[in-house]
């Protein structure tokens, strides 16, 4: 089992950037393939990034590739969430997701554990 807390979210204006991070715990965080996903109010749950138990494979939205970059730290026990040329269509709840399995997944319905997600305001 292991439990996800989020932080570095907060407001920016549009063009800027953030890093978020998700601190684990647990011995096995190496064993997880994890993801970010975000929610805005009103919407459902979508993907972002996600990245595989070796942090060699990574996936991404359309939205958001190319402006942002998700990577892993074993050692720490951290996943993070670059962000660059943010826009205030990146407004939302993001939340980092982990699963038991080598490989990471678009899908929210693939992930065994959540954290309790921090926000995201970019102002124009």
């Known amino acids: 089992q292991v439990q996800l807390v989020e932080s570095g979210g907060g407001l920016v204006q549009a063009g800027g950037s953030l890093r978020l991070s998700c601190a684990a715990s647990?011995?096995?965080?190496?064993?997880?393939?994890l993801g970010w996903f975000r929610q805005a109010p009103g919407k459902e749950r979508e993907f972002v990034a996600t990245?595989?138990?070796?942090?060699?494979?990574?996936y991404y939205a359309d939205s958001v590739k190319g402006r942002f970059t998700i990577s892993r730290d074993n050692a720490k026990t951290t996943v993070y969430l670059q962000m660059t040329s943010l826009k205030p269509e990146d407004t939302a709840a993001y939340y980092c997701?982990?699963?038991?399995?080598?490989?990471?997944?678009?899908?929210?319905?693939?992930?065994?554990?959540w954290g309790q997600g921090t926000q995201v305001t970019v102002s124009s």
């Open positions: 647990g011995r096995t965080f190496s064993r997880y393939a």
């Open positions: 990245i595989s138990i070796s942090g060699l494979s990574t």
């Open positions: 997701a982990g699963r038991l399995f080598v490989s990471g997944s678009p899908r929210v319905a693939d992930y065994d554990y």
